[in-house]
């Protein structure tokens, strides 16, 4: 970067180069695996409540709102610590410009963690009282649990611009071709059921047979819809020299051309079949086994997607 001044109106001038090298890396995809997760069991858990009695879930109150707290603290830890001035984080909540989808990202972000560590507190009050016996403030949220049941259609409600706002951001990443904004909504929404359902199938050792074909029937769908997003950018996505060049990456003999069809045979086709055979036959091992496929191969999928445009120069 060349730099100099101009006396007269106290100015600074800047000519930027290209940087070479990835500048988001490993921690911005653990970043986006992780709140897919987090905002993931959210949705998906809403969808199942819907459709079946809690009795059918046992834990299911709980249960969702740790797995989403975890992930979620993941996803805000790494977000800091990838910054380079990690304190300037405060001027997003003291001095937050509306108009910046950082901020307007950040605070629903941190809303939605404050409503997912209530709902947990609620939760586990609520599945292990004798806890909380000699507390009477916990006695109290206790004896109001239907708090539990005023909260949940929010914290359903954020969930969804949670995952999606990282698109916009990617979106508005300059001489980013790929990175288009339609098209990434879409991919952070499957990525969000496709996490979502494969982290309750790993739970759901107790839940009833419907449920678990209903997650398979989500994991399937998932996978199978994020599969062909994925194709139709690395078949057709020509309208632009950009895409083109960044795709090579990806294409036959490109440096990403293992990982990205590991990501898809790992994460996506497998996934698919396994979770159709297990629908009628109800085999919780390789339904497991189609979840854990599912989230190796998501994570390596966006691994990919993140990195490539970022290899080539802008000047």
Known sequence: MVEHGINATNAVVTMDAALPGIIWGWMITLNMWAKSIGTG?????????????????????????????VALNVFLLFTLVDLHQPLRMVNIFFH??????ITVGAWM?????????????????????????HNEIAKT??????????????????????????AVIMAESSARELWQA??????????????????????????????RKDLALVLAMAVFFSFVMYMGEYFFSFKSAE?????????????????F??????????PFFLAVSTMKSDNKTILRFAAILALIGLYLA??????????????
């Open 243 to 259: 895409a083109e060049v960044t795709l090579e990456y990806v294409h036959s003999g490109g440096e990403y051309n293992v990982q």
């Open 109 to 133: 972000a941190s809303l939605f963690t404050g409503l997912i560590t209530l709902l947990l507190a609620i939760g586990l009050l609520d599945a292990y009282p004798d806890c909380a016996r």
């Open 141 to 166: 949220v206790r004896a109001n649990s239907e708090l539990y049941e005023k909260f949940y259609p929010f914290v359903v409600f954020l969930a969804i611009p949670v995952t999606l706002y990282t």
């Open 261 to 270: 069809w590991m990501a898809m045979v790992l994460g996506f086709i497998a």
């Open 182 to 211: 339609p098209t990434e909504l879409m991919q952070m929404l499957l990525a969000a059921f496709m996490a979502g359902s494969a982290a309750l199938v790993m739970v759901s050792d107790k839940w009833s047979q419907e449920v």
């Open 96 to 101: 937050p410009h509306w108009t910046s989808a």
């Open 302 to 315: 966006k691994d990919v997607w993140l990195k490539i445009p970022q290899m080539l120069p802008l000047s």
């Open 41 to 69: 069991v959210v949705l998906i858990s809403a969808f199942l409540l819907y459709r079946h009695k809690k009795e059918s879930m046992p834990s299911i109150r709980w249960i969702m709102p740790l797995i989403s707290f």
